[in-house]
C-alpha cells in the first residue's frame, strides 16, 4: 500500500515568493494533519481536518500561511510571501478517526524546506 | 499547560541494555490514546507502539512495551536489549478522542553506545 505522499521532498527559494507543499493522504484515511518541525520549536500542529473540513487552524503561525483540502485525496500548504523562519521540515500525516481503529498517524517523509 | 511532558532531552544506554523513556501527559478526557513514534536522523516517523486509555494491560510490541500509569498519567516507553539501530529521536503523543487532536511532546534523543 502507498503511504502518505509528499511533494516536493526539498524546496529552495527566496524569501518573498511562494511556496506550496502537496499530500496525498492514505486511501481511506478521514483526517489529515499538517504539522512543522524545527530544531527550536520541535513539531508543531499547523492545521488538521477531518472529512476534508478544517477543524482546527489555531496552529497557523500567520496568514501567509493557508491550507486546503479540496478533496479526499489532495491537501496542499501554501506560504505566501515566504520567509527565512519558515525554513523548516513540513509533514503531512493521515488516520482513520473511529472504526474501532487505534488511529495512529501515519506520516509522510517530509517536505524540506529553505527559503534564503 | 504542557498536554505531554518528555523530560529528558538527551540519553545514552549501553548496548544489549533496556532503556526507558519517560512521559507524562495532561487530559481530563476519559477516553484517549497515547503513542510512541521514532525518528532516526534520515527523518522519517516511525509509529512504534499505542495503548489506550480504557487497556488495561501494557502494550507490547517486540522489543518495545509501554509502561502505563494511568493514575499518574505517565506512559512510558520501555525497549529492551537496545541496539545500535535504536538510536534515534523518540516522540510520545496523545490524542484525544472527543477533538481527534494529536499532540507530540518535545522528544528524547537516544544514543545506544557499542
Known amino acids: 500500500d502507498a503511504g502518505v505522499i509528499q511533494s516536493p521532498r526539498h524546496e529552495v527559494t527566496e524569501m518573498g515568493q511562494e511556496v506550496t507543499l502537496r499530500c496525498k493522504p492514505i486511501s481511506g484515511h478521514n483526517s489529515l494533519f499538517w504539522y512543522r518541525q524545527t530544531m527550536m520549536r520541535g513539531l508543531e500542529l499547523l492545521i488538521y481536518?477531518?472529512?476534508?473540513?478544517?477543524?482546527?487552524d489555531s496552529g497557523m503561525p500567520e496568514d501567509r500561511f493557508s491550507a486546503k483540502m479540496p478533496n479526499a485525496s489532495f491537501s496542499t500548504l501554501k506560504i505566501q510571501p515566504s520567509e527565512p523562519r519558515d525554513s523548516a521540515v513540513y509533514f503531512c500525516a493521515s488516520s482513520v478517526r473511529g472504526g474501532g481503529t487505534t488511529g495512529e498517524l501515519f506520516f509522510g517523509e517530509g517536505s524540506r524546506l529553505t527559503v534564503l | 499547560a504542557q498536554k505531554i511532558t518528555q523530560t529528558q532531552p538527551g540519553m545514552f544506554v549501553q548496548e544489549k541494555e533496556a532503556v526507558t523513556l519517560d512521559c507524562t501527559y495532561d487530559t481530563s478526557d476519559q477516553s484517549y490514546g497515547l503513542f510512541w513514534y521514532k525518528q532516526p536522523s534520515s527523518g522519517e516517523m516511525i509509529f512504534l507502539i499505542y495503548q489506550g486509555s480504557y487497556d488495561e494491560q501494557n502494550a507490547t510490541e517486540g522489543r518495545y512495551s509501554l509502561n502505563f500509569q494511568k493514575a499518574r498519567k505517565s506512559a512510558n516507553l520501555v525497549i529492551s536489549a537496545s541496539q545500535l539501530g535504536d538510536s534515534a529521536m523518540y516522540f510520545c503523543?496523545?490524542?484525544?478522542?472527543?477533538?481527534?487532536?494529536?499532540?507530540f511532546g518535545s522528544g528524547t534523543k537516544l544514543n545506544v553506545k557499542p
Open positions: 481536518f477531518n472529512n476534508n473540513v478544517p477543524i482546527d
Open positions: 503523543a496523545m490524542r484525544e478522542r472527543n477533538f481527534n487532536k494529536f499532540y
